[in-house]
C-alpha cells in the first residue's frame, strides 16, 4: 500500500497587495497614455503645426466677394428706367470694448424705443430685451433688421448710441442693392431682369448683363459663430468696378402713351393680350414697346414679351408680302382687275371667303387690297404662281421674312414660311400664305418688314439700346445696323405705298383715320387663331400695321390685339384706334413733322398773324432774346419761363407768351423755326457741320431731331426764304 501525499494548501494573496498591484498597472497606463499624447503635442506642433493652422484659417477666414453696383438703365433722353438702390442690413456689435456698462445701460431704453418708433415690428421693451440678452452673449454682429433702405439709416444713424458710429457706437451697416425701376410696367418686359440662380436672363437686363453687372471686389472675411461672415480688415482689399450704364432707344413719354392707349382699348374690348411698337424709319430705333396680357383677376400686367417672342399667323397683313412679290416679279400691277364674284372661291375642296361683300364681282388690285378681300388676293397669287409656287416663296425669302432679326434680346421667335418641298407643304398652301396663314411671324419681325417699305427699301435691324456709358461718359456708341440694303425695286416700293395709303384714304381703315392732320398708310388685319389644331368664329388676332407721315415717314408702328371678345373684333377697330392715338401724340409734340404754314396756322389766330407786321414771329429762341426784342416793340413777355435758357414761343395780341424748350446732350436738336444764326450755335455745339439753304427761319433739317449726334456729321438746313 502507497500512501498518497497530502497536498500542500494555495497560499490566497494578500487583498491589499493585489489592490496596490492594480494601482501601479493604471498608474503606468496612464503615464504611458499622457507620455503618447504630449508626444502627439509635440508631433502636431513641430511637424504638422503649419498645415492644420492653414486648414484652421481656411476653414474661418476667406477672402470673399465685394458686389459691384450694378449699372442703370437708361431711356433715350437719360431717364431712369432701372436702377440699383442701396439697401441695408443692419447689425450691431452690442458686445464691443469700446461701449462700457455705463454708456450702454445708460442709452439701452431710448434706443429700443428709437427702434421701435423706426421699425414697427417690435415694442420697446422686446428691442431691450434683446439688446442686454445678446450684450451678455458677447455678440459682436447682431443682426438687428434687414434689408433697411436708404432713408432710413439716415434716420438710424440719428438714435442714441448708434449716432457714435460704428467704434464707439457699435453701428454696422451691410451695404446690399435691390433693382427698382422708377416707372414701373412701362417697358418692365423689354428692361427685363436677371436671375443667376435660376440661368435666366430677360430682356435688356440679360442680354447687357456683361457691362451692367461691373466686376467683383475682394476682401477677406472671417466666419462668426452662427456661420456669419464679417470684414476682417482692410488690408488686400480690392474694390469693385461698378457696372456700366446702358442707353435704350425708349423715349419714357411715347411708352407712356403706348402703354395707355393699349392698356384702355384691351380694357375696352376685354383682351386677352396685345402689343404695341413704335419704331423710327430711318435708323430702326425702338421709341416703344408695350406687352399686356389679361390676369385671373382681370387685371393687366407685363408678363411675356408677347411683340419679340410670339410667332403668329398674321392674317391680312401678309398680303402686302404677297402683292409685292407679283409686282416684283413682273406678274401684276396694281391696276389690273381680279375677279372676286359673289365673295367665294373654291380651292382644292375648301372654300375661300370674303368676310364683307365686295362692292363689285370685278375689282382693281388696288380695290382688292384697299378692301382686304380674301378672294382676290388668294386668286392673285393663286392664278400668278400655281405652276411655279417655289417662286412665289423665293420672293417671300428675297423680302428677309424668312430669317429672324437677330436682335440682342433673348427669346426672339423664328419665323416659319414654309417652302415647296416641306411634308406639309399642300395645293392649298399658296392660296392660304397669300393671306397670312400656314405661315408665322412675330409683331415685331412684321413691322420691320413694313418700315423697311417706309424707309425705301432699306430694311434696318431693330434697334433697343443707342449707347453705353461708364461713369457718365461715353464708352461704346451703336449705328444702325442694315439687314437688307433693298428689299424690291424702286417702282415695286412706290406701288407698295399707294397700296398702303390706299387702305388708310379709302379702305378698311378709312374710318379709325378721318380728320387726321397728318396721312398715314398701313393695313389692318384680322386672323382667326387656330386653337386645337382647328379655326373657329370665337378666337381673333386684330392688328394694324403702317407708318407716319406717309409722305415723309418718320414711324412706324404696329398694334396686335388677341382674341378681343367685346364684340368687335376687326383690326379697324380695335387695333387701329391704339395707333392713331399714338400718332397723334407724336404729331402734335414733334415739330419736325409739321412745316412752317401748318404750324403758323395752329398756332395764330387771323388777329395774331396781323401782329406780325409789328411783332416779329419767333418760334424758337434764346429768352434773353426774346427780352430785347420785347423792350423795343413794347409787349408783354410771361415769365413763366424766364430761368429757361432757349424757348418756345406763341404771341398773343398783347403779349408774347413762352415755354421752356429743352435740349438733350448727344442728341440733334429740333431747331425747325428757328432763326439760322441759333439753329448753326446749337448744331455746332453739338458737333455737327451745317450746310444752310436759302435764308430765313429753318423750315427742314436734314437729321431728325431726337438722333445721336456724331461729331463731324454734316446736317444740311433748309430755310423758310422769307
Not at 461718359?473 to 425695286?489: D, W
Not at 418760334?619 to 419761363?641: C, L, N, P, Q
Request: aromatic share 8%.
Amino acid at each position: 500500500m502507497t500512501d498518497n501525499p497530502i497536498p500542500a494548501p494555495i497560499e490566497k494573496p494578500d487583498p491589499k497587495t493585489l489592490f496596490l498591484r492594480r494601482v501601479w498597472i493604471v498608474y503606468f497606463l496612464l503615464i504611458a497614455a499622457g507620455v503618447a499624447v504630449l508626444g502627439k503635442i509635440i508631433h502636431i506642433q513641430s511637424v504638422q503645426g503649419g498645415e492644420l493652422l492653414h486648414k484652421s484659417e481656411k476653414a474661418t477666414i476667406k477672402y470673399g466677394a465685394i458686389e459691384p453696383v450694378r449699372g442703370n438703365v437708361l431711356a433715350y433722353d437719360g431717364t431712369l428706367l432701372a436702377t440699383s438702390v442701396p439697401i441695408y442690413d443692419f447689425r450691431m456689435d452690442v458686445a464691443s470694448k469700446n461701449i462700457p456698462d455705463s454708456l450702454f445701460y445708460t442709452r439701452v431704453d431710448s434706443l429700443s424705443k428709437g427702434l421701435s418708433i423706426l421699425f414697427r415690428d417690435k415694442s420697446s421693451a422686446d428691442y431691450k430685451k434683446l439688446l442686454i440678452s445678446e450684450r451678455r452673449k458677447k455678440n459682436r454682429y447682431l443682426l438687428v433688421k434687414r434689408n433697411v433702405d436708404y432713408n432710413t439709416v439716415a434716420r438710424l444713424k440719428h438714435l442714441p448710441l448708434l449716432e457714435l458710429g460704428q467704434n464707439k457706437g457699435g453701428l454696422i451697416l451691410v451695404q446690399k442693392s435691390s433693382r427698382k425701376m422708377p416707372y414701373g410696367l412701362l417697358a418692365r418686359r423689354t428692361i427685363g431682369y436677371e436671375i443667376k440662380e435660376e440661368n435666366l436672363f430677360v430682356g435688356l437686363e440679360g442680354a447687357y448683363r456683361n457691362e451692367l453687372q461691373g466686376v467683383t471686389g475682394r476682401m477677406w472675411l472671417q466666419r462668426i459663430s452662427g456661420g456669419e461672415w464679417i470684414p476682417l480688415n482692410d488690408n488686400d482689399r480690392i474694390e469693385p468696378r461698378n457696372g456700366k450704364d446702358i442707353v435704350t432707344t425708349i423715349d419714357i413719354h411715347l411708352q407712356d402713351v403706348a402703354e395707355s392707349a393699349l392698356m384702355s382699348h384691351l380694357k375696352n374690348h376685354n383682351a386677352e393680350q396685345g402689343c404695341v411698337i413704335l419704331m423710327e424709319v430711318k435708323t430702326g430705333a425702338i421709341r416703344a414697346i408695350a406687352n399686356l396680357q389679361r390676369l385671373p383677376d382681370g387685371t393687366y400686367d407685363e408678363r411675356y414679351n408677347y411683340a419679340i417672342a410670339e410667332s403668329i399667323e398674321p392674317g391680312s397683313t401678309f398680303k402686302l408680302a404677297s402683292i409685292m412679290a407679283t409686282i416684283e416679279d413682273g406678274l401684276v400691277d396694281i391696276y389690273d382687275t381680279v375677279t372676286v364674284g359673289k365673295g367665294s372661291m373654291n380651292y382644292y375642296g375648301k372654300d375661300m371667303t370674303d368676310v364683307h361683300a365686295m362692292p363689285r364681282e370685278k375689282l382693281s388690285v388696288l380695290e382688292a387690297f384697299e378692301l382686304s378681300s380674301n378672294v382676290g388676293i388668294s386668286r392673285i397669287i393663286h392664278d400668278a404662281y400655281k405652276s411655279t409656287p417655289e417662286k412665289f416663296i423665293n420672293r417671300l425669302y428675297s423680302f428677309s421674312l424668312n430669317k429672324p432679326l437677330g436682335i440682342e434680346i433673348q427669346g426672339e421667335g423664328n419665323p416659319n414660311i414654309k417652302s415647296t418641298d416641306q411634308k406639309n407643304w399642300s395645293k392649298l398652301s399658296l392660296p392660304w400664305m397669300s393671306i397670312g396663314y400656314e405661315l408665322t411671324i412675330t409683331p415685331l419681325q412684321t413691322l420691320t418688314f413694313y418700315n423697311a417699305v417706309a424707309n425705301g427699301g432699306k430694311m434696318m435691324k431693330p434697334m433697343f439700346v443707342a449707347e453705353i456709358r461708364e461713369t457718365g461718359k461715353h464708352s461704346k456708341q451703336f449705328e444702325p445696323v442694315v439687314i437688307n440694303k433693298k428689299i424690291a425695286s424702286a417702282g415695286t416700293l412706290a406701288k407698295a405705298r399707294k397700296l398702303l395709303e390706299g387702305v388708310v384714304k379709302e379702305g378698311t381703315a378709312k374710318i379709325p383715320f378721318k380728320n387726321s392732320a397728318y396721312t398715314v398708310a398701313g393695313k389692318t388685319g384680322t386672323a382667326q387663331i387656330a386653337k386645337g389644331g382647328r379655326y373657329n368664329k370665337r378666337n381673333y388676332n386684330a392688328s394694324f400695321v403702317g407708318y407716319f407721315p406717309a409722305d415723309d415717314p418718320a414711324y412706324s408702328c404696329i398694334v396686335v390685339v388677341n382674341n378681343p371678345a367685346g364684340g368687335t373684333i376687326y383690326g379697324s377697330s380695335v387695333a387701329a384706334p391704339v395707333f392713331r392715338e399714338l400718332a397723334d401724340k407724336i404729331y402734335a409734340t414733334n415739330l419736325s413733322l409739321r412745316d412752317e404754314t401748318e404750324t403758323q396756322a395752329d398756332t395764330l389766330t387771323h388777329d395774331e398773324a396781323n401782329q406780325l407786321v409789328t411783332i416779329p414771329h419767333i418760334r424758337t429762341a434764346r429768352y434773353a432774346d426774346i427780352e430785347v426784342i420785347k423792350d423795343h416793340f413794347g409787349f408783354d413777355t410771361d415769365t413763366a419761363s424766364r430761368e429757361a435758357d432757349w424757348v418756345t414761343v406763341t404771341g398773343t395780341e398783347n403779349q408774347v407768351k413762352t415755354q421752356p424748350r429743352r435740349f438733350i446732350e448727344n442728341l440733334v436738336p429740333d431747331v425747325i423755326g428757328m432763326t439760322a444764326r441759333d439753329a448753326i450755335y446749337l448744331l455746332e455745339k453739338s458737333g455737327l457741320k451745317v450746310k444752310i439753304e436759302g435764308c430765313g427761319k429753318v423750315k427742314k433739317q436734314s437729321v431728325r431731331p431726337g438722333s445721336r449726334a456724331l461729331k463731324g456729321d454734316l446736317i444740311s438746313l433748309k430755310l423758310s426764304n422769307a
